[in-house]
């Protein structure tokens, strides 16, 4: 598996081609699930390394998802890691964990959708719609 940047990422145009490059099919860092998720939480919690981290990332993507223009997050922003972390990372304190390069901002749908691979989480934008759109035989 190849490690995923921020620096690649938003090179993407789109919204649908960033989320490609990050989603995981299902395949999440399985080292920080289950019993040893406490780990984790613990991080995201109390280190002040991370609460900094994370508000750099937040003020960097302008709070927009997958920091994408015209995607901005009106609820709880999550800051995911791009690469799966793993229980070594935690302990090590690795740079992985705390190097914007490898953070994003996501909204909660999102960040589902990146972990398990399922598109149909996504939040689409609202049809664009005009007058008669709906009744072809009408013209003005």
């Not at 997050?73 to 302990?91: A, F, L, Q, S, W």
């Not at 740079?95 to 996504?122: K, Q, R, S, V």
Request: with cysteine; net charge negative; proline share 4%.
């Amino acid at each position: 598996m190849s490690i995923k940047t921020y620096s690649e990422l938003i090179t993407l145009p789109t919204f649908e081609e960033r989320y490609r490059y990050l989603k995981l099919d299902g395949l999440v860092g399985k080292e920080t699930f289950g019993f040893d998720r406490y780990l984790n939480q613990q991080l995201y919690q109390r280190s002040p390394k991370w609460k900094s981290a994370r508000q750099k990332v937040i003020i960097r993507d302008n709070g927009c998802d997958l920091a994408m223009e015209g995607h901005e997050i009106y609820g709880k922003i999550i800051v995911h890691h791009m690469n799966p972390i793993t229980i070594r990372d935690i302990e090590l304190e690795t740079d992985i964990l705390f190097d914007p390069e490898f953070l994003i901002c996501t909204m909660h749908t999102t960040h589902n959708a990146i972990h398990y691979g399922d598109e149909g989480l996504l939040v689409t934008a609202p049809i664009e719609r005009t007058r008669f759109d709906t009744c072809p035989w009408k013209r003005t």
